[in-house]
């Protein structure tokens, strides 16, 4: 267990590089760079098949529920690589540490659980974090709300493939997930190119040591990071995977501070105002304190069944 628990920080580790990776290729707009994301992710992860041996038929109707599941993973993309450009690296981040509430809220409706009571006070105080950032960062404000949307839509497809990957190995799962993802954005494209680009048209040519961070995004921060994640779902639940990640913001934000005394072009000093830490800090108090609550929840009925046999 200790093991996962390792292998799931150095995951959350580099998804705390992906938002570095979009500062460095802002040339390229957020909808075209989760475009060659997805194709060389998918291309990737259809070699690693071929390679393995592993079969990549499915019947069509679970083939079709991967698909569309990818079709959420690429707006979550999406709307992240928004948020980093609307925003600072902290700033964005910190919106997506509201991740592990959007679980506490979508487990129960989608997996017919009982809401509980302590996870609603958890949320409320991670809205109160939010407010406080929000406040202090007021210019930064878009960029926050399309953050907090985009952990939204990360918390959903994370949810379902809790269930998925109960049925599917973890490297066709991801596969069909970056396929969905890559043809969702394909038929986009035309649509997108005309109405959102201010006539600019699709911009897909990538410069300077653009492949060179694309490779890295979609090699290692997706085809790696992503499969191993759906994997120890197997062995993890989708909120301690998600809780886990609200960690990015710590990781994300001391990768960029490391740049920045590294003197790479495009990273300022990250200072925020006193309200901005002050929210954030709530926000991961509000969401880490659940394992506590979890286990002391768990030794409480442990007892109660004790008592129960020895009457």
């Known amino acids: 267990m200790l093991k996962d628990y390792?292998?799931?920080?150095?995951?959350?580790?580099?998804?705390?590089?992906?938002?570095?990776?979009?500062?460095?290729?802002?040339?390229?707009p957020a909808v075209e760079l989760v475009f060659w994301r997805t194709l060389l992710a998918s291309s990737g992860l259809g070699l690693l098949l071929a390679a393995r041996g592993?079969?990549?038929?499915?019947?069509?109707?679970?083939?079709?529920?991967?698909?569309?599941?990818?079709t959420l993973v690429a707006a979550h993309w999406i709307t992240f690589f928004l948020a980093a450009r609307l925003s600072s690296v902290s700033?964005?981040?910190?919106?997506?540490?509201?991740l592990a509430l959007w679980t506490s809220l979508l487990e129960p409706l989608l997996l017919w659980r009982r809401v509980r009571a302590y996870e609603v006070a958890l949320g409320l105080g991670a809205m109160l974090?939010?407010?406080?950032i929000s406040q202090a960062e007021l210019s930064q404000l878009t960029g926050l709300l399309v953050a907090v949307g985009s952990a939204g839509l990360s918390a959903l497809f994370s949810v379902l493939n809790s269930q998925?990957?109960?049925?599917?190995?973890?490297?066709?799962?991801?596969?069909?997930?970056?396929?969905?993802?890559?043809?969702?954005i394909a038929l986009f494209l035309p649509f997108y190119g005309r109405y959102f680009t201010q006539g600019a048209g699709v911009q897909l040519a990538l410069h300077g040591y653009g492949w060179l961070w694309m490779a890295l995004l979609?090699?290692?921060?997706?085809?790696?990071?992503?499969?191993?994640?759906?994997?120890?779902?197997?062995?993890?639940?989708?909120?301690?995977?998600?809780l886990t990640i609200n960690l990015e913001p710590v990781y994300g934000i001391v990768l960029a501070q490391l740049l920045y005394w590294l003197r790479v072009p495009g990273f300022g000093q990250e200072r925020?105002?006193?309200?901005?830490?002050?929210?954030?800090?709530?926000?991961?108090?509000?969401?880490?304190?659940?394992?506590?609550?979890?286990?002391w929840n768990r030794r409480r009925a442990r007892r109660a069944q004790a008592l129960d046999a020895v009457v």
């Open 129 to 132: 974090g939010l407010y406080l």
């Open 6 to 28: 390792l292998r799931l920080h150095f995951i959350v580790l580099l998804w705390g590089f992906t938002a570095i990776l979009g500062k460095l290729l802002a040339p390229t």
């Open 218 to 242: 979609a090699g290692v921060c997706t085809v790696y990071a992503f499969s191993s994640s759906v994997e120890l779902m197997k062995r993890l639940s989708a909120f301690v995977v998600n």
């Open 164 to 184: 998925l990957v109960k049925r599917h190995a973890p490297v066709r799962l991801t596969f069909y997930e970056m396929a969905g993802a890559c043809l969702s």
């Open 91 to 98: 700033v964005c981040l910190a919106g997506l540490a509201t």
């Open 54 to 70: 592993l079969g990549w038929r499915l019947p069509w109707r679970e083939a079709l529920k991967l698909l569309g599941v990818g």
């Open 272 to 295: 925020m105002s006193g309200g901005f830490y002050l929210g954030t800090v709530i926000i991961l108090v509000s969401v880490l304190i659940h394992p506590v609550i979890e286990q």
